[in-house]
């Protein structure tokens, strides 16, 4: 049974930055394209980014483009989201998810079988 347990939160001021890991065990995520989610407060859960299983599809929401960069090393079995230049409306938890698939990602959370417990970001001066 895979798990995902992700880690690299905490609190960062307005333009820092933190990257974020999701470690995976209990399976290797080879055939597993990522997906990062976060939700604030009182809002829906939003698709922040996704990578496909090689590395080679990445998709980013845009209000999240030119900042966040996300990559895979699966030689350790885990997924990063670098965050730089981070903004007040960044705070959320952030979750990664896995969904097995052989090509691609989706943005969208239905599709993912598994999840981590998530991660606090706070962003505030």
């Known amino acids: 049974q895979l798990q995902l347990v992700e880690s690299g939160g905490g609190l960062a001021q307005p333009g820092g930055s933190l990257r974020l890991s999701c470690a995976a065990s209990?399976?290797?995520?080879?055939?597993?394209?990522i997906g990062w989610f976060r939700q604030a407060p009182g809002k829906e859960r939003e698709g922040v980014s996704c990578i496909g299983s090689t590395g080679g599809n990445t998709n980013y929401a845009d209000s999240v483009k030119g900042r966040f960069t996300i990559s895979r090393d699966n030689a350790k079995n885990t997924v990063y989201l670098q965050m730089n230049s981070l903004k007040p409306e960044d705070t959320a938890v952030y979750y990664c998810?896995?969904?097995?698939?052989?090509?691609?990602?989706?943005?969208?959370?239905?599709?993912?079988?598994?999840w981590g417990q998530g991660t606090q970001v706070t962003v505030s001066s």
């Open positions: 209990g399976s290797t995520l080879d055939y597993y394209a």
């Open positions: 998810a896995a969904d097995r698939r052989n090509y691609g990602c989706s943005p969208r959370g239905g599709v993912y079988a598994y």
